[in-house]
Structures are given as C-alpha cells and as structure tokens.
C-alpha cells in the first residue's frame, strides 16, 4: 500500500469515525489510525490489514440479514451499521405497507446473549420508534423461534433477530422477518428472500449517516414474559397427549439462550427434566467450553455425551446458541453416536406422517437434503418438495406441515414459528424415542426400518473453508471447466448448473452431479460463511440382507467421492 493508498484508507475511517455515534468503536479506529501512522513497519503493516479489511467495503445485507465479526468499520457489525440498517427497513415497511390512513408498521424486536446483541436491540427499537413504526421488544435474551412465534402472534409486518446462531463468538447478526401487510404470501412469518432483501439494501443505502439516523429515547413497547409461556402452549399442541415419556435425556443449550425455555417446554409436554450439562447451562456470549458453538462441530457435543455416559441416558439432545437448531446422539452397539440431520429429518417425517390420517400432507426439504424423506412421503401418500437451501424458502412451501434440512434444522410446528426451531423438534424427538423405547426398540431401530423399506439413504458433506471468497469462484470454474468422467467409479449420468435453475427452482450458485449408480453431488457455496460445502448422497438397497453391511458398502462408496471431488475441485 502506496502513500496515496494509505491517505485515501485513512480519510475514509476518519470520516466513518465522525459520524459513529459509539465513543468504544470511534476509538477502536482512533486506535487503528494511530498504529498506521506509528512508524514501526510490523505493527504498521498488521494495522493496515485491519484497517483495511474494515474499510474495503459494508457488511451486505442479503436473504440471511448481516452477520460478521464484532468491531468498527462498514465491514464489522456495529452500532452504527446496525442504526442505519433499521432505518432502512423502516424505510422498506413504510414502502411496502404504504401511508393511505394504514396503521403504522408493527415490528417485533428480539436479541440473544452474545456480545451487545441487547444494545443492537435497543438501538433497533429507537430507530423504528423514531421513524414512525411501532417497535415491540421481547422481555429477554431468548431462542430465535420465540421471536418467529411472536411475529406471527402478534400478526406483525416484520421481525427482527439479533443474532448470529451458530457463528464465533467474536460474530453478531441480523435476521429479519417479513408478514403482516408486508408479506401475506403463504411464506407470511418467514425470513426475506429476493427482492425483498435487495429493497431493503437499497433503503439501507439511501440511510443517513448513523449519527444523523433520527433516535427515539424511549416509546417502544415491552413484551411482557407471558409470550414465552404462549409459545410452550403452541408447543405442547406439537406432541401427542397420553404418549410415552418415560425417557432420559441430557440437554445442552451449547452456552446460548434456549436453555431454561427447553425445560419449560420439556416440564409442560409432560417430560422428566432433562439433566443439563453444567458447564454450558448459562448464556455466556465467549463459548468457553467449545471452539465453534456449532452441534455439528467435531468436539462440540463432548461434555453432553460425558454426561450421558456416566448417567445412562437414553438420549442427548443440543441446540445451538439461538436454538433454532436441534442435534440428537443415541447409544449404540458402539458407543454413542450423532445422528445426522438427514436421518433425524427422515425420522420425523415417518413420525408425523405415520401418526397423521385426514387430509393430504405437505413435507418439504432442501435441494441438498437427502431424498430419502421424498420417498418417505410416497409411502404415506403425502406431497414432497424441493426447495432452494434455507428455511426462508422451506417456511413458503403452500400448506406445509413439515420441513427440514441437513444442517440441524426442523420444522414441526409451521403454524406456529415458520422457521426452523430446535425446542419443539427436540419434543418430539424425545417423544418419538420413549414410544420406541415403551416397545424395546430405539432411534436406530426405526432408521433400519426405513433402511430396509427405502434403501439405505448414506449422506456426508465436507466444507474448504477459504481466506479470500474468490478461491470459491476458482474451484467451482476448475470443476465446471474440466468435470470428472466418472466419480466412486460411476459414470456420470448428469452435470447441472444450479445457477441456471432446475427443477423449477430459482436459479441459485452450485453444481449438481449424479451417476450412473444413483450417487449424488452438491456443491454450492455457504451462504453464511466462508466455505465451498459439498454435499454427498449414496442409496444402496438393504431390503435383502444385513442394513450394517449396506452401511459399509455406502461408507467406502462416500469415501471414494470425496476422493474424486477434492482432485477436481484442486484440495
């Protein structure tokens, strides 16, 4: 970086400082403006990077709201960034809703436990009050659900969740909702999808400068506790009076904000209280006992299954920080074991539909969801779609009755939350496991069921998690340009481009691949982080014979694809 480079770097934090209404993040560049100028070339250079990085562009806000690292800059979540991206959905409702005599917007406010999610939430407020909507603020740091519960309660236009889930602990978020008057689709509840996320971006633009962003100093109303005690009655109506309970679980709420709701909601459906895990029980925004704050995450669930060890328990469930998501380990033959997303999906798909009777049912999962729940469907004479990866395209599937994705995601209850929500997934989990164990059977006996009526349907994914976005471009050019002949040793049957659209679906980044054996590639980028994720489905047939040796077979099938992937993609 030239002389010019580093004026022109520094003129534009020096204008972003001036017009910061934080006194912590103006001196964090105050600070970093200081080191670039020191003279000392190391810490000279470092500070540039920094500098740089939180001034080389804004946080865009897109179909998963924002969500980046906590700090000062356009490029870090922020009070001001937070200030002027509720000024433009303010700015969206009233566009949308429209000034004819109408009641003014209505948007209902939640946060979580991690670092200034509750200023973020204030500050929202404020500036929603300020521009003339009505801002409703929930009562407490609480799960993601309850504020997709209260959304739809309260019959709001829009919500708004500060969180970032499952993300670092140096991260926070936005997530922000649609219903009311400014989406009455049969989505109406759920998180934005295009356009509405590129007209909001667009108001976020036309917005002042944060510290010229008009701010009410109070007026906003407070939700009373009594929502959550509303969203645990929506739950108990999820799971079957007189059913089995005699169950023992260790829950983790993985140091977030789902933990006291889970044992409300586990007390009220008529569960013995799940024994928490101690060391994660209470929100506490620095996740000391784990790396990533993510189920999925090798190490994540180590102290739960601890617990379920030296207790004997029948099952474990987690959430992860903004429970929203749900995992689940069972003891087996070889000690404990998670089950992944999509076996959990499969699951509660035969659950629900086998205890349902009257009118046709909807299930729905995502394009990178295993297709096993599609044949599960069938079976019961119920309607299966595909959906664009997400919930915000899974919660606007027309009369739907249940959803999931691979990432840990259920949703039991769309009446209620239209998203995803691990409390009441967990409920039902739970309530699906003591039926089985009343009868001497286990999760893992109910997945060689479906094995041996299906096949067995052996998911697995691995991620390249990058420095710099433009290494996903390369390897996804590398392999469109020069795909593989025949991968695990099949011929390929099919190359598709995702982006182009298919199956009637939106067109969307990835890459879809099938063989001549039935395998299945995915290969599309995170849309929350910086990661290329490839998805990988076997089915082999385990009606005759042994469903453990069709497990093997579909390992060392699974182990071959992710061979032949990693060389064309370059890893």
């Known amino acids: 970086m030239d002389e010019t480079e580093l004026a022109g770097l520094v003129d534009r934090a020096t204008h972003w400082r001036d017009a910061d209404p934080d006194p912590r993040t103006r001196r964090e560049v105050d600070r970093l403006i200081e080191l670039v100028t020191s003279g000392d070339s190391i810490v000279d250079e470092v500070a540039r990077d920094d500098l740089a990085q939180r001034f080389s562009g804004?946080?865009?806000?897109?179909?998963?709201?924002?969500?980046?690292?906590?700090?000062?800059?356009?490029?870090?979540?922020?009070?001001?960034?937070?200030?002027?991206?509720?000024?433009?959905?303010?700015?969206?409702?009233?566009?949308?809703?429209g000034a004819d005599g109408a009641a003014p917007p209505r948007v209902v406010v939640g946060y979580d436990a991690r670092h200034d999610s509750d200023v973020f939430a204030r500050d929202t407020c404020a500036v929603l009050t300020a521009a003339g909507c009505v801002a409703?603020?929930?009562?407490?740091?609480?799960?993601?659900?309850v504020l997709a519960f209260a959304l739809r309660r309260f019959d709001a236009d829009a919500g708004i969740m500060v969180t970032a889930s499952h993300n670092p602990p140096q991260d926070n978020g936005y997530k922000v909702y649609l219903g009311g008057r400014a989406d009455s689709s049969p989505g109406s509840g759920a998180q934005i999808v295009p356009p509405m996320d590129d007209h909001?971006?667009?108001?976020?633009?036309?917005?002042?400068?944060?510290?010229?962003?008009?701010?009410?100093?109070?007026?906003?109303?407070?939700?009373?506790?009594?929502?959550?005690?509303?969203?645990l009655a929506?739950?108990?109506?999820?799971?079957?009076?007189?059913?089995?309970?005699?169950?023992?679980?260790?829950?983790?709420?993985?140091?977030?904000?789902?933990?006291?709701?889970?044992?409300?909601?586990?007390?009220?459906?008529?569960?013995?209280?799940?024994?928490?895990v101690r060391e994660q029980a209470e929100p506490d925004p620095d996740f000391p006992t784990v790396s990533f704050p993510n189920p999925e995450e090798p190490g994540a669930l180590d102290l739960a299954l601890a617990a379920a060890r030296k207790r004997g328990a029948d099952?474990?469930?987690?959430?992860?920080?903004?429970?929203?998501?749900?995992?689940?380990?069972?003891?087996?033959?070889?000690?404990w074991q998670m089950l992944r997303g999509d076996e959990v999906g499969a699951l509660l798909g035969e659950y629900l539909l086998s205890r349902s009777s009257g009118d046709a049912k909807t299930v729905a999962c995502s394009i990178v969801s295993s297709q096993l729940l599609a044949r599960v469907a069938a079976a019961h004479g119920a309607r299966h779609v595909e959906t664009l990866t997400g919930f915000k395209w899974l919660?606007?599937?027309?009369?739907?009755?249940?959803?999931?994705?691979?990432?840990?995601?259920?949703?039991?209850?769309?009446?209620?939350?239209?998203?995803?929500?691990?409390?009441?997934a967990a409920l039902l989990v739970?309530?699906?496991?003591?039926?089985?164990?009343?009868?001497?059977?286990?999760?893992?006996?109910?997945?060689?069921?479906l094995a041996r009526r299906h096949g067995l349907h052996a998911t697995d994914q691995f991620s390249v998690r990058v420095d710099d976005l433009s290494q996903i471009s390369d390897m996804l050019d590398r392999i469109s340009q020069h795909p593989p002949v025949t991968i695990a040793g099949s011929a390929l049957k099919s190359a598709e481009d995702l982006s182009e659209g298919v199956d009637g679906l939106p067109g969307t980044p990835g890459l879809r691949y099938r063989t001549t054996d039935g395998d299945r590639v995915i290969i599309r980028p995170s849309g929350t982080e910086p990661k290329l994720k490839c998805y990988l489905e076997v089915v082999v047939p385990a009606d005759q014979g042994s469903v453990d040796a069709a497990r093997q077979v579909a390992a060392e099938r699974l182990a071959r694809i992710t061979a032949d992937i990693s060389q064309a993609l370059g890893i």
């Open 395 to 424: 919660a606007r599937v027309p009369e739907l009755t249940y959803a999931y994705e691979e990432a840990l995601g259920y949703c039991v209850a769309p009446g209620s939350v239209r998203d995803k929500d691990g409390i009441s």
């Open 58 to 97: 804004s946080l865009q806000f897109g179909t998963a709201g924002l969500r980046g690292a906590l700090g000062a800059g356009p490029n870090r979540m922020n009070r001001a960034v937070v200030i002027r991206a509720a000024a433009g959905i303010a700015g969206h409702l009233h566009a949308a809703i």
């Open 315 to 335: 099952l474990v469930i987690a959430n992860d920080p903004d429970a929203d998501r749900c995992a689940v380990a069972v003891p087996g033959a070889s000690g």
């Open 234 to 276: 929506s739950l108990v109506r999820v799971v079957t009076p007189g059913a089995a309970r005699d169950i023992d679980i260790v829950l983790t709420p993985m140091h977030g904000v789902g933990g006291g709701t889970a044992v409300k909601a586990f007390a009220a459906a008529g569960f013995p209280a799940p024994h928490l």
């Open 136 to 145: 409703q603020l929930l009562p407490a740091p609480l799960p993601t659900p």
């Open 430 to 449: 739970a309530e699906y496991a003591a039926e089985l164990k009343a009868q001497g059977r286990t999760l893992l006996d109910a997945l060689d069921d």
């Open 200 to 231: 909001i971006a667009h108001q976020i633009a036309a917005a002042p400068p944060a510290i010229d962003v008009p701010m009410a100093t109070d007026g906003w109303e407070h939700i009373g506790p009594e929502i959550v005690d509303e969203y």
